[in-house]
C-alpha cells in the first residue's frame, strides 16, 4: 500500500492542547493523561498493540489523546469516551479532528447518511462508530487506532470492555472495598484540579 497522509485539526479548549513540533509531529490531549510518556515511548518504535492495551488499562482517568510521528499515527479516548475523537480515511489520508465539524471543513463536505439520521431521530444519537456522514468515523469508548504511515495500515483495537460478572465475596470486604474506591476517586480529582474550585451540582429532584 502507499505511505499514508496525516492531517490534523483541533478546536481549542480550556482542557487541551496541542503540540506541533519542527518535524511534522503532533501530540494533542485533553483531560487527565500521566501515561503520556509511556505511550510515547511505546511508539517510538515498532508499536506493540498489546503494550499499548496495558498501559491504557492503566490509565483509568478521563482523557483523549492523538500523538502523530514520522512513522505512525495513534488515536485513543477513555473508558466512557468524554472527549470524543473523529477521523476519516480517505484517498490514503487519515484525517483527525476533536470535532466532527473541524474533520468537515478538512475533507470537504461529505454526503449525509440518512439511515444515520433515522437513527437519531429514533433514538437522539447514531449508533456505534457511526456519525451522521459517509466517511466519518467516531472513535468508542475503551478503544484505539494505530495507523502504520509507511504502510499504510490502519487498525482498532478495543483495551476495555464492561462485562460485568457475579461477585461471590462477603458483604463486608465489599463495603470495605467500594469504600477505598470512593476515597480514591476523591482524592484523585482534588489533586487534579490542582487548587482549582471543584463544583458539585446538585439534583432539583426528589433524591
Given at each position: 500500500?502507499?505511505?499514508?497522509?496525516?492531517?490534523?485539526s483541533?478546536?481549542?479548549?480550556r482542557?487541551?492542547?496541542?503540540?506541533?513540533?519542527?518535524?511534522?509531529?503532533?501530540?494533542?490531549?485533553?483531560?487527565?493523561?500521566?501515561s503520556?510518556?509511556?505511550?510515547?515511548?511505546?511508539?517510538?518504535?515498532?508499536?506493540?498493540?498489546?503494550?499499548?492495551?496495558?498501559?491504557?488499562?492503566?490509565?483509568?482517568?478521563?482523557?483523549?489523546?492523538?500523538?502523530?510521528?514520522?512513522?505512525?499515527?495513534?488515536?485513543?479516548?477513555?473508558?466512557?469516551?468524554?472527549?470524543?475523537?473523529?477521523f476519516?480515511v480517505?484517498?490514503n489520508t487519515?484525517?483527525?479532528?476533536?470535532?466532527?465539524?473541524?474533520?468537515?471543513?478538512?475533507?470537504?463536505?461529505?454526503?449525509?447518511?440518512?439511515g444515520?439520521?433515522?437513527?437519531?431521530?429514533?433514538?437522539?444519537?447514531?449508533?456505534?462508530?457511526?456519525?451522521?456522514?459517509?466517511?466519518?468515523?467516531?472513535?468508542?469508548?475503551?478503544?484505539?487506532?494505530l495507523?502504520?504511515?509507511?504502510?499504510?495500515?490502519?487498525?482498532?483495537?478495543?483495551?476495555f470492555?464492561?462485562?460485568?460478572?457475579?461477585?461471590?465475596?462477603?458483604?463486608?470486604?465489599?463495603?470495605?472495598?467500594?469504600?477505598?474506591?470512593?476515597?480514591?476517586?476523591?482524592?484523585?480529582?482534588?489533586?487534579?484540579?490542582?487548587?482549582?474550585?471543584i463544583?458539585?451540582?446538585?439534583?432539583?429532584?426528589?433524591?
Open positions: 500500500m502507499a505511505e499514508l497522509n496525516i492531517q490534523t483541533f478546536e481549542a479548549s482542557m487541551g492542547r496541542c503540540i506541533n513540533g519542527p518535524d511534522g509531529s503532533v501530540i494533542f490531549t485533553h483531560g487527565e493523561l500521566n503520556l510518556d509511556s505511550l510515547k515511548a511505546a511508539l517510538a518504535n515498532s508499536p506493540d498493540p498489546r503494550t499499548i492495551s496495558d498501559i491504557l488499562k492503566q490509565t483509568p482517568t478521563t482523557f483523549a489523546v492523538v500523538i502523530v510521528t514520522r512513522s505512525h499515527a495513534f488515536l485513543a479516548t477513555d473508558r466512557i469516551c468524554s472527549v470524543p475523537l473523529f476519516s480517505v484517498n487519515l484525517s483527525v479532528s476533536n470535532s466532527a465539524s473541524s474533520l468537515i471543513d478538512l475533507i470537504g463536505a461529505p454526503k449525509i447518511l440518512w444515520s439520521v433515522a437513527e437519531y431521530l429514533l433514538s437522539g444519537y447514531v449508533h456505534g462508530e457511526k456519525t451522521l456522514y459517509k466517511n466519518v468515523t467516531s472513535l468508542q469508548p475503551g478503544f484505539f487506532l495507523a502504520n504511515r509507511r504502510y499504510g495500515s490502519i487498525s482498532q483495537s478495543q483495551y470492555s464492561y462485562r460485568p460478572a457475579p461477585v461471590y465475596r462477603n458483604r463486608k470486604s465489599l463495603i470495605q472495598e467500594f469504600d477505598d474506591l470512593i476515597d480514591l476517586a476523591i482524592k484523585r480529582t482534588i489533586s487534579y484540579a490542582n487548587g482549582r474550585p463544583v458539585v451540582p446538585l439534583s432539583g429532584g426528589l433524591d
